[in-house]
Structures are given as C-alpha cells and as structure tokens.
C-alpha cells in the first residue's frame, strides 16, 4: 500500500529558532501534497496545499512567510516554521495525493512540535 | 457557515456490540463522504468512502451510509473488538479539499 513518512516525527525547539519538516511518498509519486495542523481535541485543519514544482496555496489565516512549504520533487515536501512560538506548538500531519487520483490522500504519520 | 459536527461524547461500548458513530455537515455539498481512524499521536488511516449516490457501503465489520437529504452519515462497527478503541473522523471533500470533523472517540471494553 502506499505509505507517506514524516521526519522528525517529534522535535522540541527554542522560541525563535526555525524547524524543517519533511515528509515523503515512499512508493509513488505524489503530484499534490498536503499540510494540516491538528491541535489536541480538536480537527485537522488544512494549511497548505503543494503542487509538485509550483508554490503552495495558502489557507486563509495561515501565514506563508511563517510557514514555508517546498514541493521540490514528486516524493518530498518540506514544511519550515520559522522563528517559531509557544502558540506553533500543535501536531503537524502532511498527506500525499497520487498523481492520477483526485480522490485519495494517505496520510503521515505526524510530527509533534513543542516549542518552548 | 460550514460544518461537520460528530457525536460529541465519547463512546464507551462493550466488547461484541455494534457502535454506532453520527455525522451531520451543513453547507456542504460533499462529492463523497470518508471515514478515518486515527490512534494518539499518529496521522489518520482511511477506512472508507461512500459517495453521493450510494446509500451504503461495507467492508468486513464496517458499515456506513450516507443520506444527502438529511445531510448524515452514519459509521457503525459490528463485533466490536477492543483493537478497534481509537478516534474516527468524519470527513468530506468539498472543492477538492478535505474538511474534517473533529471525530468521535470509541472505547471497547473487554
């Protein structure tokens, strides 16, 4: 089955300082990829959406020049949260669209960001 | 404004009986319906999909249907097994983005 990865899947970080998250398609390529935050008790919200080559797309409310999304290739997308916060502190989870399908996502495994 | 609203409460059943889990979104007109499992700590799994002109879908001891005149979906699990304890999500594609509820936490007891 088609499996995502995400690394690291926890890092605890200074405030101010700035954090890569990666997140790869093991076995397909992945012409869209996908950013969410999910804070405790509640929903997965979208963030982002990456396309292969191209810039993301925004939601709106979420800051790009905080949040920075590269989709370099058809198997990585990195999320870096810049001079990161207390309130950045959630849990990130990127998903992955395989490029002929415009129905399935599989998601990673999450990345727990706590920032002091 | 849109919605999507699950059973709120958590669901605590015993082992061998069916749990039942509600979805109901307002402002939506979802192409199709998901349902995902997520377990602490990790990213959701997904379980299955049922589309706007199906009523009801199964696979092995998972059953859901989707009613788009009432605007509800509704999950059950028969047989329950205490593998089975974890969060479900209700999910929906809107403008080929998934929006997602904020799940429904399920208990088996032994």
């Known amino acids: 089955g088609a499996v995502v990865s995400q690394h690291p899947s926890w890092v605890i970080c200074k405030s101010g300082t700035s954090v890569k998250i990666e997140c790869r398609s093991l076995?397909?390529?992945?012409?869209?990829m996908f950013w969410y935050r999910q804070f405790p008790k509640q929903s997965l919200m979208l963030m982002a959406t990456s396309n292969e080559g191209s810039k993301a797309t925004y939601e709106q409310g979420v800051e790009k020049d905080k949040f920075l999304i590269n989709h370099a290739s058809l198997t990585l997308s990195t999320l870096t949260v810049t001079s990161a916060h207390p309130e950045d502190s959630s849990f990130y989870i990127c998903s992955a669209r395989p490029g002929l399908s415009t129905d399935t996502q599989y998601f990673g495994p999450g990345t727990r960001l706590t920032v002091l | 404004s849109q919605k999507i609203e699950q059973n709120s409460e958590a669901l605590n059943i015993q082992e061998g009986k069916t749990a039942t889990l509600t979805c109901n979104y307002t402002?939506?007109?979802?192409?199709?319906l998901q349902w995902y499992r997520q377990d602490p700590g990790r990213g959701p799994v997904f379980l299955l999909l049922?589309?706007?002109?199906?009523k009801e879908k199964r696979k092995e001891r998972l059953k859901v249907t989707f009613d788009t005149t009432l605007k509800q979906s509704l999950f059950h699990i028969t047989a329950s097994q205490p593998a089975d304890s974890a969060t479900y999500l209700c999910v929906l594609l809107n403008d080929y983005k998934l929006s997602f509820g904020a799940g429904t936490t399920v208990t088996v007891r032994a």
């Open positions: 076995d397909f390529q992945a012409t869209t």
């Open positions: 402002n939506y007109s979802p192409a199709y």
């Open positions: 049922i589309r706007e002109n199906e």
